[in-house]
């Protein structure tokens, strides 16, 4: 399988800084995707980003395929951004998933 | 339109007991997966679907099985439950996009399983 790391694994931030979570990955990949897991553990799709870039609104996300390497930009953090935030990967020979163990995000106000 | 939906939310079993976990999705998405996710490992697949009649395993598949009998329903059973299946059981559906190169999964909130 694909092995995924993401950093930090964990961050506190004072409500209204900037944040950058990364998540590097070990193998050439065409599917990449940013999750947010809210406190009460439901996972939303924040960004399918393979490659580029992608705003909206406070986040953005880059993907640098060539380099194997994927960053969330958080901006103007909120209580409600607090969570954990999940990479994914995946190829085009199946469609297998592999997850990131994710960067646990806690906002204080 | 209710998207993933897992039924039960939360369950405890004995060692030994077999039980199902349904998923269902009505985004009529051709893709559907079960995943596990334990404290500090994030999310790891179980076992997937891309079409209805059809399942493959994937990364951590021994001791579940499935079936997709019906494109909107995936199922997964615990045939002899262990406590090492203590989890949260997650499913997400997705459609493929781009000829099927590439897909974005939407997933239900997640059961919580303890095996006693």
């Known amino acids: 399988g694909i092995q995924v790391e993401q950093s930090p694994p964990d961050l506190i931030l004072q409500e209204g800084a900037n944040s950058t979570l990364r998540c590097n990955f070990s193998d050439s990949v065409n599917n990449l995707q940013w999750f947010h897991q809210n406190p009460w553990g439901q996972l939303i799709n924040l960004f399918y980003?393979?490659?580029g870039t992608k705003q909206n609104g406070r986040l953005s996300a880059t993907t640098v395929a060539t380099e194997r390497y994927s960053l969330l930009y958080i901006s103007s953090s909120q209580t409600t951004d607090s969570g954990v935030y999940f990479c994914a990967v995946g190829r085009n020979t199946g469609n297998q998933f592999y997850f990131g163990t994710g960067t646990s995000l806690t906002v204080i106000p | 339109n209710a998207g993933v939906t897992q039924t039960p939310k939360f369950r405890v079993l004995k060692t030994g007991q077999s039980m199902t976990l349904l998923c269902a999705q009505d985004m009529n998405h051709e893709y559907m997966y079960w995943y596990r996710q334990d404290p500090g490992m994030g999310l790891r697949l179980i076992h997937y679907?891309?079409?209805?009649?059809?399942?493959a395993k994937g990364e951590v598949p021994d001791g579940y099985n499935v079936s997709r009998l019906k494109k909107q329903n995936f199922l997964l059973g615990l045939e002899s439950a262990a406590p090492s299946q203590t989890s949260v059981y997650f499913c997400?559906?997705?459609?493929?996009?781009?000829?099927?190169?590439?897909?974005?999964?939407?997933f239900g909130a997640g059961t919580r399983l303890s095996v006693l």
């Open positions: 679907s891309v079409g209805e009649g059809t399942t």
């Open positions: 980003i393979p490659s």
């Open positions: 997400a559906s997705s459609y493929p996009l781009g000829g099927g190169l590439t897909n974005i999964q939407y």
